[in-house]
């Protein structure tokens, strides 16, 4: 009987091997290719995905949201900042790689990837001081000319080091103690928050070597928490407060100026304790010319980074505000894109990502599951 068995289960095996390589031998060749895609427009959306849950696959996502549709990932190296150049053409990384993904020698790269293949271009190695820190929008930097990226350091002590991406070479290290952070000014300089509540400016030749440096004075450290994750629209920076006043800090013919003071929030706002929130919990619009805030009310102490679901919107001009929006989900970070249909975009905790028209005053879709942990988005 048991020779029996184990020939019947040996017909059986040859039989079902040789359907299956009658199937095999049935299907058609595989091919591949390798999609290049359109250049960028501004709606085109650069998810920071620092996943929490595995930071070291950090990566970046690449979104169409007017089709809410995926159209790459791009790899980076762990909690990796990202800048676009202005021209469109490429994304850089600054990258932290381990020998043994956890430990072993650390390198630590700038990497250029090109906008429309996703694929890397070059790479500089630089020392191995960037900052390993939840990532924020100006750790990674670019000159206004697209010539000079500055990438922020902390060991702990605080530098910029300057990459000469025409000649993709580090031409410079350039230390800012009791400083953080480079937020650009214009072609050859940018600026560092500091501790004694000033902004720091260091100028640069076209070599990327100091010129000089100098201080503007913006808020009172011993009276007031300074937010650091400002904004940019046209020549001005919007700081906030922790309690929602916001600080404009002018450039004018390459310096900086610090503006008159507004706040958010009327008195009936302060009686109802709202509250600014979030992490990147500013964007504007340039065509609207407004400033988005990321609100809640029932604001306690040490609360603001929490997320939420509300966004006001304000008059750059007179700074009063304009409109209220009520997204589907609490998100933790907002973007608006700086076209003349501007988007609204929220990254969520949970990995969702909201769209929401500006123009059109409407909510347009979440894209569920579209990264781990989208901390901050960016577009061209």
């Known amino acids: 009987m048991l020779k029996k068995s184990l020939y019947r289960t040996?017909?059986?095996?040859?039989?079902?091997?040789?359907?299956?390589s009658t199937a095999w031998a049935q299907l058609a060749k595989e091919s591949y290719s390798i999609e290049t895609l359109d250049e960028p427009d501004q709606h085109r959306t650069y998810i920071v995905d620092n996943n929490f849950t595995h930071a070291l696959s950090t990566r970046i996502r690449v979104v169409d949201p007017n089709e809410q549709k995926l159209l790459g990932t791009i790899s980076t190296g762990y909690m990796a900042p990202m800048v676009l150049s202005h021209d469109k053409s490429t994304i850089y990384t600054a990258d932290?790689?381990?020998a043994r993904s956890t430990r072993g020698e650390r390198t630590d790269v700038?990497?250029?990837?090109?906008?429309?293949?996703?694929?890397?271009?070059?790479?500089?190695e630089l020392p191995a001081k960037l900052a390993n820190m939840l990532t924020e929008l100006y750790m990674l930097t670019i000159s206004d000319d697209d010539r000079f990226v500055y990438a922020y350091n902390f060991t702990p002590a605080t530098s910029i080091t300057v990459v000469d991406v025409k000649n993709q070479e580090m031409v410079n290290e350039?230390?800012?103690?009791?400083?953080?952070?480079?937020?650009?000014?214009?072609?050859?300089?940018?600026?560092?928050?500091?501790?004694?509540?000033?902004?720091q400016k260091v100028v640069i030749d076209d070599q990327g070597q100091e010129v000089s440096r100098?201080?503007?004075?913006?808020?009172?450290?011993?009276?007031?928490?300074?937010?650091?994750?400002?904004?940019?629209?046209?020549?001005?920076?919007?700081f906030t407060t922790t309690d929602g006043v916001i600080q404009p800090v002018h450039i004018v013919?390459?310096?900086?100026?610090?503006?008159?003071?507004?706040?958010?929030?009327?008195?009936?706002?302060?009686?109802?304790?709202?509250?600014?929130?979030?992490?990147?919990?500013?964007?504007?619009?340039?065509?609207?010319?407004r400033l988005y805030a990321l609100v809640h009310p029932d604001h306690e102490p040490r609360k603001w980074e929490d997320p939420s679901d509300t966004v006001w919107a304000y008059d750059l001009e007179s700074g009063?505000?304009?409109d209220e929006i009520t997204l589907p989900n609490h998100v933790w970070s907002i973007h608006v894109t700086k076209d003349e249909s501007p988007l609204l975009l929220g990254g969520t905790v949970e990995g969702d990502m909201e769209v929401y028209d500006l123009a059109q005053d409407s909510h347009v879709a979440t894209m569920e599951e579209i990264a781990g942990t989208p901390i901050l988005m960016l577009s061209h």
Request: aromatic share 10%; net charge negative; glycine share 10%.
């Open 174 to 199: 350039i230390e800012i103690p009791g400083c953080m952070l480079n937020y650009p000014v214009g072609d050859r300089a940018f600026a560092s928050i500091c501790g004694d509540g000033t902004l």
């Open 10 to 20: 040996g017909l059986a095996v040859s039989l079902s091997s040789l359907l299956i």
């Open 320 to 322: 009063e505000k304009v």
């Open 96 to 98: 932290i790689f381990y």
């Open 110 to 124: 700038l990497t250029a990837t090109d906008a429309q293949t996703l694929n890397p271009l070059w790479e500089v």
């Open 214 to 238: 100098s201080k503007t004075r913006f808020f009172d450290p011993d009276e007031e928490l300074m937010n650091e994750r400002a904004i940019l629209n046209g020549d001005t920076y919007y």
């Open 253 to 289: 013919d390459g310096e900086l100026q610090a503006g008159e003071r507004w706040s958010l929030f009327g008195e009936d706002h302060q009686q109802e304790n709202w509250g600014v929130g979030g992490w990147q919990l500013l964007a504007a619009s340039p065509h609207l010319n």
